[in-house]
């Protein structure tokens, strides 16, 4: 049984005490507590990728499929809202290239190359991956720093 009221919940705690005295058996009550998750329930299923965090990542063009590959140590999908941003060179391409808006599911045009455990590990494997597969649309020098580190 379940009690909200605090006063109640006392009151049966002292007659439960009372009882178990007078029996000479030992009643002890149960207060279940609710759980926070029954209270709280997911409002929207987010794909996998939303949520990866420290990866080297893969864009591709719905439109001509260029491509880049680019490092995130935050979430991918803040990583993404950035790229909706005029300093970023996938709307750059879009603009120039297509003349048109970056399209509304640009999270769907990404994919991890590689998980990683810090910036660095990040950097290496971003510059790896660049100089590997030499993608048209990275236009960053970021990677030269890694390039020096090596």
């Not at 007659?15 to 709280?40: G, N, T, V, Y």
């Not at 100089?131 to 890694?146: F, H, M, R, Y």
């Amino acid at each position: 049984m379940l009690f909200k009221d605090k006063n109640f919940a006392n009151s049966v705690k002292q007659q439960l005490c009372e009882l178990s005295s007078r029996i000479s058996i030992k009643i002890k009550p149960l207060f279940p507590s609710r759980k926070i998750c029954e209270d709280l329930k997911m409002t929207e299923c987010k794909p996998r990728i939303v949520n990866q965090q420290c990866v080297v990542y893969k864009f591709k063009c719905n439109v001509c499929y260029a491509w880049c590959i680019g490092y995130t140590c935050g979430h991918l999908y803040e990583r993404v809202v950035g790229h909706k941003r005029e300093s970023s060179s996938i709307y750059r391409h879009y603009k120039s290239k297509h003349k048109s808006r970056i399209p509304e599911k640009l999270l769907d045009h990404f994919h991890v190359l590689e998980k990683c455990s810090n910036k660095f590990d990040c950097l290496t494997k971003e510059l790896l991956f660049v100089g590997q597969q030499k993608p048209e649309l990275n236009v960053q020098s970021d990677s030269i720093t890694a390039k020096v580190l090596i």
